[in-house]
């Protein structure tokens, strides 16, 4: 006879682990699923999924031990401007019967720069005044006057919204084991999952896709990695799937990039982890972040404006020519099983080099395409024209693009600024670049006939002048009455 499959649900009745033990709130998710230990091996776990975080117990540790009382106290330092709010709501107080917690962060607020406040999380003392004896009404005239503060300094003890409990690994399996390795909380906003192997080189990825590895991006010690009993690669994929959309819904902080150029305001419009191709097969994670001017990649998460400062990655928006789809492979090569259902896209920059990159899924990569269009249409707006010096014909010159009106050539020599000659875009019939003379070719046909622009960075030029041309295209469309679709 067959033997009868185990059912995870099944088992994670029979141990209790239901709304008594924890409260569901915002819960998206929850299944048994098996975590790697620290030595190698599997042990079954809850996992439970909220709008909020990933939770992840050991079955065998679930007791009746609530979780604050065993989280560690944390401080908190959120700087802002005197006369600024903190930008979070409280509920509880000694005459509430409850800790005072935060129940709400508003978006863009000191608090949620910080990134370091959670909903859920217990007040113990703000600036040295202790909340754990305060009423709510206290409490709440506390806060508020903290807005004459610079600086305010939380201590705070997570406990959550949705509460798991277990017991001290330690008086059940010896001092080797700590709770930490049967309980993790990382924060939705944090959390970052792939499948396990993904970033290693093909011959090295054997057998890994079953199991994936969820990363915090404020700390590598919160990691887990995951797979379903009996290796069910659906219920993971379902898992993977749960997770990075929980993720794509939690609202990003407001963040803004310091020094912007002049008209920009180096808001930061979208982040999202991407993952890059290697030349050696394989990839690397990078958390991508596009303003209204540039786009930068990180290796960890930009979690306040000090943070985008410093990037491994980043070229202005006009002089990265985006490219949708999967790249081209040559006859008799395959495409790794993650190009074949995620949405794919690749960069080419000026120097050449091109960056082919995984958005996570079609839907993802289409919308950043849609967004990529947008913003570029939109910096060429700001910036109405740009010039160029330039030698024509051995003579100083000066090459200016009109997002309206076309190519401009003036004089640049001391004391004459003359206009040599203006053409619109409409009558560029081809454009090409001399690399090894650093010449800028334009045609504009047999009546006008080639202009040849002598010039540093000339592929830099020719990626703005396209862009240039294209904002130029899309505003005719839309004067038109088009839709492009």
């Given at each position: 006879k067959?033997?009868?499959?185990?059912?995870?649900?099944?088992?994670m009745e029979t141990a209790g682990l239901h709304?008594?033990?924890?409260?569901?709130?915002?819960?998206?998710?929850?299944?048994?699923?098996?975590?790697?230990?620290s030595d190698g091996s599997w042990v079954d776990c809850l996992m439970v999924l909220?709008?909020?975080?990933?939770?992840?117990?050991?079955?065998?540790?679930?007791?009746?031990?609530?979780?604050e009382n065993n989280t560690p106290v944390r401080t908190v330092v959120v700087r802002k401007a005197r006369?600024?709010?903190?930008?979070?709501?409280?509920?509880?107080?000694?005459?509430?019967?409850?800790?005072?917690?935060?129940?709400?962060?508003?978006?863009?607020?000191?608090?949620?720069?910080?990134?370091?406040?959670?909903?859920?999380?217990?007040?113990?003392?703000?600036?040295?005044?202790?909340?754990?004896?305060?009423?709510?009404?206290?409490?709440?005239?506390?806060?508020?006057?903290?807005?004459?503060?610079?600086?305010?300094v939380f201590r705070l003890r997570f406990q959550g919204d949705e509460r798991v409990f277990f017991d001290d690994a330690e008086t059940t399996r010896g001092k080797a084991d700590t709770p930490t390795e049967y309980f993790k909380v990382i924060p939705i906003g944090l959390c970052y999952c792939a499948y396990e192997g993904d970033h290693l080189p093909v011959s090295r990825r054997s057998g890994r896709r079953s199991s994936v590895v969820v990363r915090?991006?404020?700390?590598?010690?919160?990691?887990?990695?995951?797979?379903?009993?009996?290796?069910?690669?659906?219920?993971?994929?379902?898992?993977?799937?749960?997770?990075?959309?929980?993720?794509?819904?939690?609202?990003?902080?407001?963040?803004?990039?310091?020094?912007?150029?002049?008209?920009?305001?180096?808001?930061?419009?979208?982040?999202?982890?991407?993952?890059?191709?290697?030349?050696?097969?394989?990839?690397?994670?990078?958390?991508?972040?596009?303003?209204?001017?540039?786009?930068?990649?990180?290796?960890?998460?930009?979690a306040q404006n000090d943070d985008l400062i410093v990037s491994v990655l980043s070229y202005p928006l006009l002089a990265v020519r985006y490219i949708s789809g999967r790249r081209h492979l040559p006859p008799g090569h395959t495409y790794h099983p993650r190009e074949a259902s995620e949405g794919m896209f690749s960069l080419k920059v000026p120097d050449g080099q091109l960056h082919y990159f995984s958005a996570g899924t079609r839907a993802a990569e289409k919308e950043l395409a849609h967004?990529?269009?947008?913003?570029?249409?939109?910096c060429v707006r700001i910036l109405q024209a740009i010039s160029y010096p330039a030698f024509r014909r051995g003579e100083e010159v000066s090459f200016a693009l009109d997002w309206e009106s076309g190519f401009w050539l003036n004089n640049d020599c001391r004391g004459d600024k003359s206009l040599l000659w203006h053409h619109p875009f409409g009558k560029l019939r081809q454009s090409s670049v001399d690399v090894e003379t650093s010449t800028l070719l334009l045609d504009f046909g047999p009546e006008i006939g080639m202009e040849r622009l002598q010039?540093?960075?000339?592929?830099?030029?020719?990626?703005?002048?396209?862009?240039?041309?294209?904002?130029?295209?899309?505003?005719k469309e839309a004067k038109a009455g088009l839709v492009r679709v």
């Open positions: 067959k033997k009868k499959k185990k059912d995870p649900t099944a088992e709304s008594s033990r924890i409260r569901k709130g915002s819960e998206l998710k929850r299944g048994v699923m098996l975590v790697q230990h909220t709008a909020t975080r990933l939770c992840v117990a050991h079955l065998q540790d679930l007791r009746a031990t609530p979780l006369d600024e709010g903190l930008g979070i709501s409280i509920a509880g107080g000694v005459d509430c019967a409850a800790d005072v917690a935060v129940s709400a962060i508003r978006e863009g607020s000191a608090v949620a720069l910080t990134r370091d406040v959670l909903v859920g999380d217990q007040i113990i003392t703000v600036n040295g005044h202790d909340l754990t004896q305060a009423t709510h009404q206290q409490a709440v005239s506390i806060l508020r006057h903290m807005r004459a503060e610079t600086e305010v915090a991006a404020s700390d590598i010690s919160m990691s887990i990695v995951f797979k379903a009993p009996m290796d069910d690669r659906r219920l993971v994929e379902e898992w993977l799937t749960s997770i990075r959309d929980a993720r794509d819904a939690y609202p990003a902080p407001q963040l803004h990039k310091p020094d912007p150029p002049e008209g920009f305001t180096g808001l930061v419009l979208h982040m999202s982890r991407v993952h890059e191709k290697l030349a050696n097969g394989g990839w690397r994670d990078f958390f991508m972040v596009l303003t209204d001017f540039d786009v930068s990649f990180y290796s960890s998460l930009p967004l990529w269009d947008e913003r570029t249409i939109n010039m540093e960075d000339v592929q830099l030029v020719t990626f703005v002048l396209l862009a240039f041309m294209s904002a130029h295209v899309r505003d």
